[in-house]
């Protein structure tokens, strides 16, 4: 049963870690509508190191929980939150292909994480 919690624990936490992941992706496009070398752009592109930097630091840690296919499979969920960033901070049209493909990532990432319990 402490296994099963901990197993569950680190998944929680590989997708908390995709979750960051993703909102650099919408620090980047918001930095990419502004002005080249503004303050602003500046900053922006200042906090995208960060959090990368942040993100391959705690990759490193996770990576010692899970074998680096299975990490690897379910990064896949990151165009998820992306799709759902691009609605929400963008205004941008999902098309049906776009959820087809997310849907089949998703169903890849079960398969291979379905045999890593």
Known sequence: MKDKIEFYK???YLHCLFFLYSLISVIAKTAAQLQMLSSKFITL???ALILLIIYAFFWQKILKKFSLVVAISNKGIVVFWIFLWSVIFFEENIKFNNILGALIIIIGITLVTKNDK
Do not use: V
């Open 10 to 12: 680190n998944y929680f």
């Open 45 to 47: 592109c200042f906090a």
